[in-house]
């Protein structure tokens, strides 16, 4: 079976500091992924989508990047973090195509103080 | 884009009431999932139905596509059922294999 990690879980991070957020798919090959991010408890903002290694699409411009590295593996990173990029982030997942249900990671909550 | 809303935004009812959830979009759709988001922030997935009627247990879900709206009903409901339900689509029309998603449905079961 397919399982989706992501890591870490909770992080703060000062103003101006870098980060790099790791999601890694386990159980299927060539997936789709996917990064969004959930302010306030409402609402999923889809940021970056891959699909295949290399191939990223950004959907929002902002000061946040995303790389696949390997088949399953999908990194977000900034190089300095703002206030307004706290929030919730969460990674996805699905069968590459259309018409494919979309599976979620556990998300990792950033707070930027 | 496509426009997905989700009605009505809060829902409060005592347990073993039947919750009604629903969700209108703006245009065609080749993907639609139902999403039940815990208190830990975990995204559940109910059920993908672009269209039809499906069941599991006491959740069931309709989507009629010609007429641009979804429906997710659980009954008896119970206070583990509190939390945040999506509606989510995918839309031929504005890029494939990306979902949109509703902004949501707090659904409060009181015991």
């Known amino acids: 079976s397919q399982t989706i990690h992501q890591w870490p879980a909770t992080l703060v991070q000062p103003v101006g500091s870098p980060l790099s957020l790791e999601c890694t798919v386990e159980?299927?090959?060539?997936?789709?992924l996917y990064w969004y991010r959930q302010a306030a408890g409402r609402g999923l903002q889809l940021l970056f989508y891959?699909?295949?290694?290399?191939?990223i699409s950004s959907e929002v411009p902002q000061n946040l990047s995303a790389s696949r590295p390997q088949d399953r593996q999908f990194i977000l990173s900034s190089k300095k973090l703002l206030l307004s990029d706290s929030g919730f982030y969460l990674c996805?997942?699905?069968?590459?195509?259309?018409?494919?249900?979309?599976?979620f990671g556990p998300g990792t909550r950033l707070t930027v103080t | 884009g496509i426009q997905v809303e989700q009605s009505p935004p809060d829902l409060i009812l005592q347990e073993g009431a039947i919750s009604t959830l629903r969700c209108n979009f703006s245009?065609?759709?080749?993907?639609l999932q139902w999403f039940h988001q815990n208190p830990w922030g975990q995204l559940i997935n109910l059920f993908y139905?672009?269209?039809g009627t499906k069941q599991n247990g006491r959740l069931s879900a309709t989507t009629v596509a010609t007429e641009r709206y979804s429906l997710l009903y659980i009954s008896s409901s119970q206070t583990t059922d509190s939390g945040v339900y999506f509606c989510?689509?995918?839309?031929?029309?504005?890029?494939?294999?990306?979902?949109?998603f509703g902004t949501g449905t707090r659904l409060t079961i009181i015991p």
């Open positions: 996805a997942w699905s069968v590459g195509g259309s018409n494919y249900e979309q599976y």
């Open positions: 159980g299927t090959s060539n997936p789709n």
């Open positions: 891959s699909v295949g290694i290399g191939q």
């Open positions: 245009d065609s759709v080749n993907n």
């Open positions: 139905i672009p269209s």
């Open positions: 989510a689509v995918e839309a031929p029309n504005f890029g494939n294999e990306k979902l949109t």
